[in-house]
């Protein structure tokens, strides 16, 4: 008697695990996205021995996709604002099911859950969600400009980077040899802004002010490097930067030298050249007189 009340306490033990296993192991949605863009979301699960009923996507508790294995037909699509999936781009099995997106806009942000329940005779539920933004991003480098290709130590600097247009906000950093600029080389952020696909779009630009001296340019004797970051906060890898070179030379007065130099030497020749020539007038003029004398 005792025996067949373990063997049932075991068998009920075991089919509780089998109940409890059925989870959503990971949810693949993008935190920021550019709405120009196509995206695509995807949902793992593990069945744990359950039998797949349904996998369900949601927005904002609004389901727009269904996957019913054991149903005519398997997929179904339900219209949600923001929600335009991409036709035959879905992929679902008893392990992950995938979809895509596209024609993105401000109303596609929000939150996407993934459903996945299991059939008859436990029917269990598991569920997980992610944020979603759909945002204007930038798209190329800033820019940077008025950074000459040669400059002399102690000369003044100036330059200035323009972020590239975006919805979301954009940090600039200005980095000289390596060294983040100082707070005192730098001049008031501007920003210029203006309205399209729904985005308030705004365009980042920074100027920089400083002297070619000090530590930063031990290690650089030859070369100044003006490198200018776009950041966007919490979205660390939306990085780009740009960098531009120039070469820099020790004697300021070189090229100065060099063009008195010149200037001394084409002086010297003209010189020369009158005194020759006046000297040949003078020889011509005596050969004259005494021709003339024997005359």
Request: with cysteine; proline share 4%; charged share 15%.
């Amino acid at each position: 008697m005792n025996y067949w009340m373990i063997l049932v306490i075991i068998g009920l033990t075991f089919d509780g695990h089998q109940v409890c296993s059925l989870i959503v192991t990971d949810i693949n949605v993008p935190g920021i996205v550019d709405f120009r863009d196509n995206v695509t979301l995807s949902c793992s699960y593990n069945m744990g021995g359950h039998k797949l009923n349904s996998v369900k996507w949601y927005k904002d508790e609004n389901e727009f996709f269904r996957y019913s294995p054991m149903m005519h037909p398997y997929y179904m699509k339900f219209p949600v604002e923001g929600v335009e999936l991409q036709d035959n781009k879905h992929l679902c099995n008893s392990s992950i099911c995938q979809i895509e997106l596209g024609t993105l806009g401000k109303n596609s942000s929000g939150v996407y859950r993934c459903e996945v329940s299991g059939d008859a005779p436990h029917f269990k539920l598991t569920t997980k969600e992610a944020n979603m933004t759909v945002a204007a991003l930038p798209t190329n480098k800033p820019l940077i400009a008025g950074f000459q290709n040669m400059y002399h130590f102690d000369e003044f600097v100036t330059a200035n980077c323009s972020s590239d247009y975006s919805s979301s906000p954009v940090i600039l950093s200005f980095y000289i040899n390596g060294e983040l600029a100082l707070p005192a080389e730098l001049l008031p952020r501007q920003e210029i802004t203006f309205t399209a696909h729904d985005y308030l779009l705004r365009r980042q630009v920074l100027q920089i002010n400083f002297y070619v001296n000090g530590p930063r340019f031990i290690h650089y004797r030859k070369i100044l490097e003006l490198k200018c970051v776009a950041d966007i906060p919490s979205y660390p890898h939306l990085r780009l930067e740009s960098k531009e070179t120039a070469i820099l030379t020790h004697d300021q007065n070189l090229n100065n030298q060099m063009l008195l130099s010149t200037g001394e030497r084409s002086a010297s020749s003209t010189s020369v050249l009158a005194i020759s020539i006046l000297v040949l007038r003078l020889a011509l003029s005596i050969i004259f007189i005494q021709t003339q004398t024997f005359s």
